[in-house]
């Protein structure tokens, strides 16, 4: 089983939908959450860290699901620009300081 | 600008050339890491440093070596390149790992015929 696990997709929805990933993770100690997003052919950027208490920003909202080890990210009123892939990264805070990057899950928004 | 910069962007090389990819960046970080990224198997760790002179294997080092002898800098270095070793790879920075944000550069597409 991998570390972190997202759904490849692609999630392709019409522009102003609302869609959601989730990424499971599998170990329980895992302590730090993140969403990063990728273009095409470019490099990852942060989107958003993900909190206890989840994490709003405009229309991105983060949540985590410790009972269930899962995180989540949801997208409001999907814009043409939201199209990319949304990486899952997790850290377990532990002496190996590794960051486990999901493969990512890809969404096309359509006009 | 804050940035991480990566040379080359892309290379096409033959099996056993030594080849470096150099690394830099600007926002005195102390965190630095190396990533490769293949279809379906996301992104993942080469080597990381934690500082000047403190480096550490990720989960696929094997083919790879990696420096830091100065903050800003850290080459990767593939002594003997193989076909295996085509890949896009990141160079990646951040100033408090594992709680803040990495910085990653363009990356780097190589081609190892």
């Known amino acids: 089983r991998k570390e972190v696990e997202q759904d490849p997709g692609p999630f392709n929805v019409p522009e102003g939908a609302t869609v959601a990933f989730n990424c499971t993770y599998s170990n329980s100690a895992s302590q730090s959450f993140f969403w990063y997003r990728q273009d095409c052919r470019k490099e990852p950027k942060l989107l958003m860290s993900?909190?206890?208490s989840g994490n709003e920003d405009g229309r991105f909202t983060a949540q985590l699901n410790r009972a269930s080890q899962y995180i989540s990210l949801l997208i409001r009123d999907s814009k043409l620009s939201d199209s990319a892939t949304y990486l899952c990264?997790?850290?377990?805070?532990?002496?190996?300081?590794?960051?486990?990057f999901g493969s990512g899950t890809r969404l096309l928004v359509r006009p | 600008e804050a940035q991480v910069t990566q040379n080359p962007r892309y290379l096409i090389t033959v099996t056993g050339k030594k080849l470096t990819v150099t690394c830099s960046q600007n926002?005195?970080?102390?965190?630095m890491s190396w990533y490769r990224q293949d279809p379906g198997l996301g992104l993942r760790q080469i080597y990381y440093?934690?500082?000047?002179?403190?480096?550490d294997k990720g989960d696929v080092p094997e083919g790879y070596k990696v420096s830091r002898k100065e903050k800003r800098n850290f080459p990767l270095i593939l002594e003997s390149p193989s076909p295996n070793q085509t890949s896009l790879y990141f160079c990646a920075s951040s100033s408090s790992y594992g709680t803040g944000e990495l910085f990653f550069g363009e990356g780097s597409r190589l081609t190892v015929l």
């Open positions: 926002m005195n970080h102390e965190y």
């Open positions: 990264v997790v850290n377990m805070m532990d002496s190996s300081y590794k960051l486990i």
């Open positions: 440093s934690m500082n000047v002179e403190v480096t």
């Open positions: 993900v909190y206890s």
